[in-house]
């Protein structure tokens, strides 16, 4: 079964401190090279590009 990691990262953008939530799922030691995806719209537009992105 793969690992899951979740949690918060903080930044900053000027004076203003924000924090994003991230998802880490697998090994990041077995050296496969990771896929990063970057969220910033509506979570249904999110879940329909994943169901055509999940393979059959």
Known sequence: MDEEVTGK???????NKYQTWY????DL??????LVMLHG???KK???????QTPK
């Open 41 to 43: 719209g509506s979570i």
């Open 23 to 26: 998802k880490i799922v697998g």
């Open 9 to 15: 990262a903080d930044f900053n953008v000027g004076n």
């Open 46 to 52: 999110l879940a329909t590009f994943m169901e055509t």
């Open 29 to 34: 030691a077995s050296g496969a090279h990771p």
